[in-house]
């Protein structure tokens, strides 16, 4: 009930007053009682829509989820972990992703980028870190690294990777995933 009135009588009464209004005076009615409404409405459909996208692009199972520590990689070769490794899977892997964070900037000089960092390999959100020295010693010290390659001489690392000191490629995360790990490796050394 609105005012006493069932939302049917509501209506009756409120077209009623519109009949009887100039055009401004809609107007103006329409801004002073309905406006608000009408952009809550639109915010939270324009939400609820950007939910729903967001949503059914990420039902994709993620095939391997990994990191670039210290190290600046150029977008193609964001690429070519990305989309180029699903592409390298075959026709199993479509409609699966993968996760990587190409911007991990770790330093003993910011203890909260250490803490940040940590928490992420405590809870095995990586497969696989591609790392400079101090990547690989913080990562070692924590004891989150099975294995430790030096890439620094792939084709990858001299395409894709700026570096000045050797790139390593590490396998973190838990031992019923490290396969998703080399298989990316593989990649890496094969392509």
Not at 1 to 17: D, F, P, Q, R, S
Not at 105 to 130: G, K, M, P, R, V
Not at 132 to 156: L, M, N, P
Request: glycine share 8%; charged share 25%; hydrophobic share 40%.
């Amino acid at each position: 009930m609105i005012h006493g009135l069932t939302l049917k009588e509501y209506i009756e009464e409120e077209k009623t007053k519109f009949s009887e209004m100039t055009k401004a005076e809609k107007i103006s009615y329409f801004k002073e009682y309905y406006l608000k409404l009408c952009i809550a409405a639109v915010v939270i459909l324009g939400i609820a829509i950007w939910m729903l996208i967001d949503f059914t692009s990420g039902i994709g199972k993620v095939v391997v989820s990994g990191g670039v520590v210290n190290l600046e990689i150029s977008d193609e070769g964001i690429q070519y972990l990305s989309d180029g490794y699903i592409t390298y899977l075959g026709d199993g892997a479509k409609g699966k992703k993968v996760n990587l964070a190409p911007e991990i900037f770790i330093s003993s000089e910011d203890a909260t980028t250490y803490t940040a960092f940590q928490a992420e390999l405590a809870i095995n959100n990586y497969n696989y870190l591609i790392t400079d020295s101090e990547g690989k010693r913080f990562v070692s010290e924590k004891e989150c690294a099975e294995e430790v390659t030096d890439i620094t001489d792939t084709d990858f690392a001299k395409k894709y990777i700026k570096a000045g000191d050797t790139v390593y490629f590490i396998l973190t995360g838990s031992e019923e995933e490290f396969d998703s790990g080399r298989k990316v490796l593989e990649y890496i050394l094969n392509n």
